[in-house]
């Protein structure tokens, strides 16, 4: 398995705003993931982290929202950009490790929006 | 395309009585099927997973899954429920690994299932 550390925990921001949140793992994965889950809903995966490269981003968000860096294999940044209260959820750090087929996951970022 | 079904928003259970959580699947290929737990202001935690072999899989904290490919579901199981089991589980299912990278694909989530465990 792997230790996530996710930065912060929890954080009350303005609108218009921006918010970056850290994921730290304790061992090199192979890939780096960022859900976001809205309240009460489930798991929406927002983009992969690519080592060195920019990032692979889903269907419905952009890097000018969301960008994200992933400078080496332990440690990855999520900008939320120019919040809104729409953008009030909980943010997720994920990796997975070298031939395994589960991720795991941060304690997330709760984030509200004001 | 990949989808998971959890077909109860809640479970209720007493203390000590059986518990399952219901989830179904669709996927085009071969399934490879996770659950996962959420207890309150806290990460998803890794419960099991079915990737292949038994179709009776066992888990942490005593939970076990059963697949059944002909009613195409990988209900949650727990013989003997605790109090503190009340959190919310998902369900999910992955595609097979992508070819030309190490990575298997991505990850389909239920909507999640709260179980509420009373004493």
């Known amino acids: 398995s792997a230790v996530i550390s996710q930065k912060p925990s929890r954080d009350i921001c303005q609108r218009g705003t921006s918010l970056t949140i850290q994921c730290q793992v304790d061992s090199q994965v192979t890939m780096m993931f960022w859900y976001r889950q809205q309240p009460g809903q489930s798991l929406t995966l927002i983009a992969t982290a690519n080592q060195g490269s920019e990032a692979t981003y889903e269907s419905g968000f952009v890097i000018d929202k969301f960008p994200i860096s992933r400078p080496n294999l332990t440690f990855s940044t999520l900008t939320v950009s120019n919040m809104s209260p729409e953008d009030s959820s909980i943010y997720l750090c994920?990796?997975?490790?070298?031939?395994?087929?589960?991720?795991?996951f941060g304690q997330g970022t709760r984030l509200t929006v004001v | 395309a990949q989808s998971v079904a959890q077909p109860e928003d809640q479970v209720n259970v007493a203390e000590g009585n059986p518990l399952t959580v219901k989830c179904t699947y669709s996927?085009?290929?071969?399934?490879?099927l996770f659950w996962y737990v959420q207890y309150p202001n806290r990460g998803l935690q890794f419960l099991l997973k079915?990737?292949?072999?038994?179709?009776l899989v066992k888990g942490s904290y005593g939970f076990e899954a059963e697949f059944n490919k002909s009613q195409t579901s990988f209900h949650l199981k727990k013989p003997s429920a605790l109090v503190s089991d009340s959190a919310l589980y998902f369900c999910?299912?992955?595609?097979?690994?992508?070819?030309?990278?190490?990575?298997?694909?991505?990850?389909?989530f239920g909507a999640g299932t709260q179980v509420v465990v009373t004493p």
């Open positions: 996927v085009s290929g071969n399934p490879y």
């Open positions: 994920s990796v997975e490790l070298y031939m395994n087929t589960e991720a795991f």
């Open positions: 999910a299912v992955r595609d097979l690994p992508r070819s030309g990278t190490d990575s298997w694909g991505k990850f389909q």
């Open positions: 079915y990737i292949t072999g038994d179709n």
